[in-house]
């Protein structure tokens, strides 16, 4: 979609950074236990925006294909990349159809919500996969303009990954926040 590509693009353009150099709080604190979980080290990052995700797991030894509609995003992060001397996949691409080709054994969804898309990530997990996801909760506190459809409502996270063939390993919602989120680590039943 056009106008996501513009506003994303217009929103890296207008600052110097859109999130830090660093990864995600979530993933960091998280790593350790995705590393004991993962069956090997092939991995991919949606709505990657700047990469700093995908960067973070490819200095961690991941093959990494970080997804994005922005190309302004996706740049910043291709020379980010180069600079620390690292190789990312990046793949310019709308979301609403593109869809994940092949297998991975860890899948990073942040700061993105498309339900629609949530089953054929988990279906390209490995056998003994992982994702792990942290988005926006609908709570009393959220702070600016923001669109339900794009907003995880409470409990939904949970429901959404019951569903699934495998073990949500943990599940939280932290409401009070002034971006209040909800994560879960998901890992795909093993075979045999």
């Known amino acids: 979609m056009d106008g996501d590509r513009i506003k994303w693009d217009r929103r890296y ?51 990494v294909s970080g997804v994005d509609i922005s190309p302004v995003g996706l740049e910043r992060g291709r020379r980010r990349a180069a600079d620390l001397g690292v190789s990312v996949r990046f793949v310019e691409a709308d979301l609403d159809d593109w869809r994940p080709q092949g297998s991975y054994d860890l899948i990073l969804n942040f700061n993105f919500l498309m339900r629609g898309l949530l089953p054929s990530l988990v279906d390209s997990l490995s056998p003994g996969g992982v994702v792990l996801m942290e988005t926006i909760l609908d709570a009393p506190s959220l702070q600016g303009e923001h669109r339900k459809e794009y907003l995880l409502q409470p409990g939904e996270l949970g429901t959404i990954f019951a569903a699934f063939d495998g073990r949500v390993l943990l599940l939280e919602e932290d409401a009070c926040l002034e971006t209040p989120v909800a994560r879960v680590l998901f890992q795909k039943q093993k075979k045999g």
């Open 13 to 63: 353009r207008e600052v110097e950074r859109f999130f830090s150099l660093g990864p995600s709080k979530f993933l960091a604190d998280s790593l350790v236990r995705v590393l004991s979980l993962v069956p090997g080290r092939k991995a991919l990052d949606l709505a990657c925006g700047e990469g700093r995700n995908s960067i973070y797991l490819a200095q961690q030894g991941f093959e």
